[in-house]
């Protein structure tokens, strides 16, 4: 990290001490590290590997079976096997045990958050480790219905072709637990998330483009009464109301941070 870099971190720990409310919104960079490709720029999988327009609720409704063919491909392609935790997850985690963040707000489906120790953390597009019923609503883990799925579409005799898969309950279809282009976000999740963000004196976007609403209002609501900093290799919508920037890796930053306020 350069000097500039330093003097900025100088500032952005001083400003997380004194905050008697900090949060933090993420986005698919500070997954990352771990092998969780992105949506956007050089390397996003939108537009290079995927169409997003495949991936909309309107899509799901008119053609559940196709829906899921594409779902497994991309989220094959999101979560290889063995993706665990990185250096700037844990960061987070430690910022928050250390009573110095409140909450992660994640638009990531990754779970990540959790299993490297946040305890607060609001899911703004779900979990892809989740299924969901359009019918009764019951959730259940996504791997089996993974498994159903796959076996139906490598077609191998002797399974149930079951394309798309249903809930066991009611037969009603199942959708992955996570927010499709076109659905509304979890509403009491995006309540608490616009309150962290309206109360935070200091608030951390970080590893995210900021392009998808209403996630990227989040930002510009704290940035009206707090301390915003952003962390990002590139550009980011919010930048020019950013009061503190990194244009740097996740993984350099959040660990400076926390090692600078002694909490690693
Ligand atoms: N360190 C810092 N920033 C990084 C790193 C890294 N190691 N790697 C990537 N980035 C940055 C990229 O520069 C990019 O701007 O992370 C950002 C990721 O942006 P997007 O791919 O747009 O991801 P995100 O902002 O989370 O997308 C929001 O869009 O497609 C929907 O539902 C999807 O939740 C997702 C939402
Ligand atoms: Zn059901």
């Keep these: 990290m350069d000097d500039a870099d330093e003097a900025t971190l100088s500032r952005l720990a001083s400003a997380l001490s004194d905050a008697d409310t900090a949060a933090a919104l993420t986005g698919a960079g500070i997954s990352a590290p771990s092998g969780v490709p992105t949506f956007r720029g050089e390397e996003g999988v939108w537009g290079t590997e995927f169409d997003p327009m495949d991936f909309r609720i309107g899509r799901f409704r008119r053609d559940p079976e196709g829906f899921w063919r594409d779902r497994l491909d991309l989220h094959d392609r999101l979560f290889p096997d063995g993706v665990e935790p990185n250096s700037a997850h844990e960061a987070l985690a430690s910022l928050e045990a250390a009573g110095l963040l409140d909450a992660v707000v994640t638009q990531n489906t990754d779970g990540l958050h959790a299993a490297a120790g946040s305890e607060t953390v609001l899911e703004l597009h779900g979990n892809a480790a989740r ?119 996740v993984t350099d930053v959040l660990p400076a941070l926390a090692a600078r306020l002694d909490v690693r």
């Design 131 to 249: 299924v969901a019923c359009v019918d009764c609503g019951a959730t259940r883990p996504a791997e089996p219905v993974h498994e159903r799925v796959r076996a139906a579409v490598e077609g191998e005799d002797g399974t149930d072709r079951e394309l798309p898969p249903t809930c066991p309950d009611c037969g009603g279809v199942l959708k992955p637990d996570v927010v499709l282009f076109g659905e509304s976000l979890p509403r009491r999740t995006f309540r608490r998330a616009r309150d962290l963000a309206a109360d935070s004196d200091v608030f951390l976007a970080i590893g995210s483009s900021l392009e998808v609403e209403p996630a990227a209002s989040l930002p510009r609501r704290a940035a009206a009464g707090g301390t915003l900093a952003v962390v990002n290799l590139d550009s980011t919508a919010a930048d020019k109301r950013a009061d503190i920037r990194f244009r740097a890796d």
